[in-house]
C-alpha cells in the first residue's frame, strides 16, 4: 500500500495544482499614459537623428555631433494620440549651444484629451571635446599687460594678443567658432573687435578701441560653440596713448 501511495501523491499533486491555476485571475496591465511623448526627431541634420525619451525623469536626450554646428533645431515630436505637445511638432529651436550649455532651457508641454499634462525637459549633448584655454597672467600679483586699439588722426591702430590651448575649433567652411570677451572688474563685457584662429590651438585676438575698454584689469571669456572658458587671472589693459 505504500508503493500505491507513493505513486499516486504526484498526480494529486499536480490535479491540485490545475484545480489553483483555474482559479488564477487575469490581470490587465495598466493603461498607457495619454500624454507622452513616443518620439523626438532632429529633422534639419544630413541624416536624421533621435532623441532618447525617458519618461521616468521626464527628459529627451539628443546626441548632437558638434561637428554639425547647428545653431537651429528642427524638433519633430510625435505624441500620444489625441494628445497635443508645445512648442509644436517642428518647431525651430535657436540657440543651440545655449541649450547644450544649459544656458537657456527648453520644457516641451504634453497635454492630453482629458486634460493631464506632462512637461519634458530637452537635452543636448554635443559631445564636443573639452575646450582648453591657458592662462595669460601666470602671477596674479603681476597681471600680463597689453595695449587697447585706437584711433590715432582718423586712422585705427589696432593690437592684438594671442591666446593658446586646444579644440578651438573652426567649421568645415573656415570660419571661427570662438568669441572672446573682455569682463571688467564692474562686470561690463566687450566682445573683441576680431578673433582669427590657427588651426584648433590658437587665437589671434583684436582688443576694443580704448574708447570702449577703460584702462583696467579685464577676464577673458572664450565662447566655442557648446563649451565656455573663463580665465582664472585677469590681464591689464592700458591705452597707448
Same mark, same amino acid.
Given at each position: 500500500?505504500?508503493?500505491?501511495?507513493?505513486?499516486?501523491?504526484?498526480?494529486?499533486?499536480?490535479?491540485?495544482?490545475?484545480?489553483?491555476?483555474?482559479?488564477?485571475?487575469?490581470?490587465?496591465?495598466?493603461?498607457?499614459?495619454?500624454?507622452?511623448?513616443?518620439?523626438?526627431?532632429?529633422?534639419?541634420?544630413?541624416?536624421?537623428?533621435?532623441?532618447?525619451?525617458?519618461?521616468?525623469?521626464?527628459?529627451?536626450?539628443?546626441?548632437?555631433?558638434?561637428?554639425?554646428?547647428?545653431?537651429?533645431?528642427?524638433?519633430?515630436?510625435?505624441?500620444?494620440?489625441?494628445?497635443?505637445?508645445?512648442?509644436?511638432?517642428? =518647431?525651430?529651436?535657436?540657440?543651440?549651444?545655449?541649450?547644450?550649455?544649459?544656458?537657456? =532651457?527648453?520644457?516641451?508641454?504634453?497635454?492630453?484629451?482629458?486634460?493631464?499634462?506632462?512637461?519634458?525637459?530637452?537635452?543636448?549633448?554635443?559631445?564636443?571635446?573639452?575646450?582648453?584655454?591657458?592662462?595669460? =597672467?601666470?602671477?596674479?600679483?603681476?597681471?600680463?599687460?597689453?595695449?587697447?586699439?585706437?584711433?590715432?588722426?582718423?586712422?585705427?591702430?589696432?593690437?592684438?594678443?594671442?591666446?593658446?590651448?586646444?579644440?578651438?575649433?573652426?567649421?568645415?567652411?573656415?570660419?571661427?567658432?570662438?568669441?572672446?570677451?573682455?569682463?571688467?572688474?564692474?562686470?561690463?563685457?566687450?566682445?573683441?573687435?576680431?578673433?582669427?584662429?590657427?588651426?584648433?590651438?590658437?587665437?589671434?585676438?583684436?582688443?576694443?578701441?580704448? =574708447?570702449?575698454?577703460?584702462?583696467?584689469?579685464?577676464?577673458?571669456?572664450?565662447?566655442?560653440?557648446?563649451?565656455?572658458?573663463?580665465?582664472?587671472?585677469?590681464?591689464?589693459?592700458?591705452?597707448?596713448?
Amino acid at each position: 500500500m505504500n508503493y500505491i501511495h507513493n505513486i499516486l501523491s504526484p498526480a494529486l499533486l499536480a490535479l491540485g495544482l490545475l484545480a489553483a491555476c483555474t482559479d488564477t485571475e487575469t490581470v490587465e496591465p495598466p493603461a498607457p499614459l495619454a500624454n507622452r511623448i513616443l518620439t523626438y526627431e532632429v529633422a534639419n541634420t544630413a541624416a536624421p537623428l533621435y532623441g532618447a525619451v525617458n519618461d521616468q525623469d521626464s527628459t529627451i536626450k539628443v546626441y548632437l555631433p558638434y561637428f554639425y554646428y547647428l545653431t537651429v533645431l528642427e524638433g519633430n515630436v510625435t505624441v500620444s494620440e489625441g494628445a497635443t505637445v508645445t512648442p509644436a511638432s517642428g =518647431t525651430l529651436l535657436r540657440n543651440v549651444p545655449a541649450i547644450a550649455k544649459g544656458d537657456t =532651457t527648453v520644457f516641451y508641454d504634453v497635454t492630453a484629451a482629458d486634460g493631464s499634462s506632462n512637461r519634458y525637459r530637452l537635452l543636448v549633448d554635443t559631445r564636443q571635446p573639452t575646450l582648453v584655454v591657458d592662462e595669460l =597672467t601666470t602671477d596674479p600679483e603681476t597681471p600680463a599687460a597689453f595695449y587697447s586699439s585706437v584711433m590715432y588722426k582718423g586712422t585705427p591702430i589696432y593690437s592684438g594678443l594671442m591666446l593658446t590651448g586646444k579644440n578651438l575649433f573652426k567649421t568645415a567652411q573656415g570660419n571661427v567658432l570662438a568669441k572672446v570677451t573682455f569682463i571688467a572688474e564692474d562686470g561690463t563685457e566687450m566682445p573683441a573687435l576680431d578673433v582669427a584662429s590657427n588651426e584648433s590651438i590658437s587665437l589671434m585676438v583684436t582688443l576694443p578701441l580704448n =574708447t570702449d575698454l577703460p584702462n583696467g584689469l579685464y577676464t577673458i571669456r572664450v565662447d566655442c560653440y557648446s563649451q565656455s572658458v573663463t580665465l582664472k587671472n585677469p590681464v591689464q589693459i592700458t591705452s597707448p596713448l
